[in-house]
């Protein structure tokens, strides 16, 4: 399984930007899919995860109401989208897949994992 993230960028404080990350190898939708990230100097942390249906989606508390996970099983892609960005969002962001249904905000639990994306929040 090959994760590919894309849709970072450098964005200002209150605008949008939806991350995609593109399953190829293994059929895509069997997987639970999360998003994390990682901020300069910190360990990387839980953002958002999804189920394999799609049907029931988890989030940090830093971003629930801001950001939402989604997944198009037909074109085996999970998105991010995020809205209201601040600075403290700034961090490079991963997607993992792991061989299970239910999602979880355990790093350790995800088997897959993308090179990330670059989301920069300026002030």
């Known amino acids: 399984v090959q994760l590919q993230a894309s849709g970072g960028g450098l964005v200002q404080t209150g605008e949008s930007l939806t991350l995609s990350c593109a399953v190829s190898g293994r059929t895509g939708s069997i997987y639970a899919m999360g998003w994390f990230r990682q901020a300069p100097g910190k360990e990387r942390e839980f953002v958002a995860a999804i189920t394999s249906s799609g049907r029931s989606t988890t989030y940090a508390d830093s971003v629930k109401g801001r950001f939402t996970i989604s997944r198009d099983n037909a074109k085996n892609t999970v998105y991010l989208q995020m809205n209201s960005l601040k600075p403290e969002d700034t961090a490079v962001y991963y997607c993992?897949?792991?061989?299970?249904?239910?999602?979880?905000?355990?790093?350790?639990?995800?088997?897959?994992w993308g090179p990330g994306t670059l989301v920069t929040v300026s002030s």
């Open positions: 993992a897949a792991r061989t299970g249904l239910v999602p979880t905000d355990r790093a350790p639990a995800y088997d897959y």
